[in-house]
């Protein structure tokens, strides 16, 4: 089997010399820390109150490092896959891989792959760390492998819209800027509009809240908006909804017609499916 | 083994490359000359595959360049003028890494990456990073890259750009060796005496029209109908000088230190004459022949002239 020169070269240069492992070690220790002083908080609350352990201590750290990650992943991934095309331009190497008959289509899944190992590298990592909450119970070994999903579905997204910009663009800056200003509509824009929805449609009088549905519908993009639910359950998503002082009815009758979370990772896959192409037609066309 | 056939390449309004035509044959060396700016890295880019034509047609061994763009550039190797390098990465593993975007099998890598450093006299160089590397170094290594998959068309832009001396010999002394491997050369340079004297023929361009083409030889008889040639006699001048200039055919004579120059207006045979006459009239000749026309001088008279026309019309 032949492996994408691409992601071998790429992965053989981040990796040489201390500082990869040195960041990795460094990522854990703080993520170690974290737990450290999640659990000392709650031995030191057994001290003074003679309650016994609160299982709950365990998921919020979980929870805390799990959202940790994703905020990590959304920074990183665009950093490196934004310049990942426009910076071989740049870097004027870009025509030395052009000329060689190995695909456009090859050379962008190789910088995509790159980039999300990249990422999975800190994720997987840190498995161990999320996973000391198995002591106490609370979370599933499915609800680990589930996240990881969202993990790289999320990646997967977030890495093809960087892409797409720095093959777009010449500059990587330009990249860069564009790609964090989608992820920002995508998190927070979407958000906007949806309490702009409810504002417009609320009934001032009877105080009716939108369905789950309803939220979907403008938040199937928002990455944030499928992990809450992947968290918490139907609670997680108002969660979020409530950084605008939203409630969502979410009684019987007002199941949303998927989870959110998968809607996202939906979302997430089409995105990719549309964007990936289109970046490699674009390097073929110049 | 490369046509170009009326080629066009505009940017907007803007007409870098302006119905350029040419023909090189198998195992030929095209030498492309120009001021910067003239089309030259355009029309190589083209024939690499890097950039679409608005108009016209290249084929490389029959291939369109551009319905068969993978099938093309098998058949290309080629170099640009400004290149860079990786950093973190050592020669050899930047050849692998090429190896591999040409498709070349794991276990023939290591074999072709030997190859190539040594006929680039890279070989102690394998385990230094690219990075590190002089230009010159980094000129060869990336001629080096754009040998590995075997091609028949090798397309250097400025390989001699930037050099050194010492560099520009060892980069003459490759690309001799490319000839002698039966390679197809289009080559560009500003150092134009030692295009003429590696290449088959050359062309003159400039703003993206085709100003000139054919041999040396012939380019040189075109733009001037004289011809220089220059003897050296034993002893004193004056006799030899006496008979040239009873020749109808000669023209000035310039009298140096160790030779005379002759202007000659003639063919071979003509020129056969006057050293008949030389001889003849018991003249000591030790040498006689045709000075090589400079290109140099040619490609400032041709593109000199165009930019004085220029300047007329402007005016």
Redesign the interface.
Known sequence: M?????I??EL??KM??WRSPALLAVYLAILGLVIFFGFFENIFDIGYSFRTFNPRTAYNVYNALASFQLVLLTLIVPAVTAGAISGERE???L?????????PLSIIIGKIAVSIAQIMLLIVASMPILGTVFLFGGVRITDLLLLIAYYLATALMVASIGIFFSTLFKKTSVANILTYLTLMFLHFGTLVLFAFYVRVTMDPVNFTRPTFNEALAFLFANPMFGFSYLLEGPSGGGTILSLFTMVLSYGAGNAPVVPPWVANMIFDVVVAAVLIPLSARLLR?? | MLVIENLVKKYGRFTAVDGLSLEIGPGHCYGFVGPNGAGKTTTMKIVAGLLRPTAGKVRVAGIDVVENPREAKAKIGYMPDFFGVYDNLKVSEYMEFYCGLYGVEYRKRAVITDQLLELVNLTDKKDAYVDTLSRGMKQRLCLARSLIHDPDLLILDEPASGLDPRARIDMKEILKELRNMGKTILISSHILPELSEMCTSIGIIEKGKMVITGTVAEIVRKISQKRTLKIKVLGDTEPAVRLLQEQVTVGSITVGNEHIEVEFEGDNNQMADILRSLVKGGIPVISFGEMEGSLENIFMQVTGGAAALENQSGN
């Open positions: 032949k492996i994408n020169p691409v071998e070269k053989r240069i040489r010399g870097r004027q190497t025509d030395l891989m052009l000329c060689t008959n190995f695909s066309r110049p």
